[in-house]
T-cell receptor
Framework: KAGVTQTPRYLIKTRGQQVTLSCSPISGHRSVSWYQQTPGQGLQFLFEYFSETQRNKGNFPGRFSGRQFSNSRSEMNVSTLELGDSALYLC?????????????FGEGSWLTVV | KQEVTQIPAALSVPEGENLVLNCSFTDSAIYNLQWFRQDPGKGLTSLLLIQSSQREQTSGRLNASLDKSSGRSTLYIAASQPGDSATYLCAARAPQGGSEKLVFGKGTKLTVNP
């Protein structure tokens, strides 16, 4: 069965622009979470969605937002891009919001802000 | 606030050697601990998930243990192979507010030399 799919895989944006990243979870999975990975900070939690509701949010500014659709697909948006937003953005899905479930990651979206 | 540490940051071993990767967490109130593998430029692949009530999990040449009281988890890799070269990350699923989130270590970069 297909894994977690993230699009686009690579993108370059200019400071001040905004970007939208997309994530399609594994079929049947209803929980989607997003992470930012940078060499300095490692993997940091952005937010988690379940059944179109945001369950949890990390310590990121309001420029970072997300949503989940009725088919469990999710998007995250970053507005007014800054150089420091350059990172690998990873999406993960799991069957439900239960802590007992294994989570599965996509290949990520590489964002470069110039 | 939960913090996860992985030491060493990098490890180089000859092929065939058995090795142990370490993961420590500051708060024993975790739901589970998960080990992942990340190849360069790729997303994370789940290796093993240990629930808080479990002591260890095994999959093939991999064995992960969990000691909540000491705040430690180890990943044992038997008979290492060059294909095992990757960055290994551990993540603790911990309470946050009324919900929960995954807190990641920064990983151990493993190189297995032929």
């Amino acid at each position: 069965k297909a894994g977690v799919t993230q699009t686009p895989r690579y993108l370059i944006k200019t400071r001040g622009q905004q970007v939208t990243l997309s994530c399609s979870p594994i079929s049947g999975h209803r929980s989607v979470s997003w992470y930012q990975q940078t060499p300095g900070q490692g993997l940091q939690f952005l937010f988690e969605y379940f059944s179109e509701t945001q369950r949890n949010k990390g310590n990121f500014p309001g420029r970072f937002s997300g949503r989940q659709f009725s088919n469990s697909r999710s998007e995250m948006n970053v507005s007014t891009l800054e150089l420091g937003d350059s990172a690998l953005y990873l999406c993960a899905s799991s069957l439900s919001a239960s802590s007992g479930n294994t989570i599965y990651f996509g290949e990520g979206s590489w964002l470069t802000v110039v | 606030k939960q913090e996860v540490t992985q030491i060493p940051a990098a490890l180089s071993v000859p092929e065939g050697e058995n090795l142990v990767l370490n993961c420590s967490f500051t708060d024993s109130a975790i739901y589970n601990l998960q080990w992942f593998r990340q190849d360069p430029g790729k997303g994370l692949t789940s290796l093993l998930l240990i629930q808080s009530s479990q002591r260890e999990q095994t999959s093939g040449r991999l064995n992960a243990s969990l000691d909540k009281s000491s705040g430690r988890s180890t990943l044992y890799i038997a008979a290492s192979q060059p294909g095992d070269s990757a960055t290994y990350l551990c993540a603790a699923r911990a309470p946050q507010g009324g919900s929960e989130k995954l807190v990641f270590g920064k990983g151990t970069k493993l190189t297995v030399n032929p």
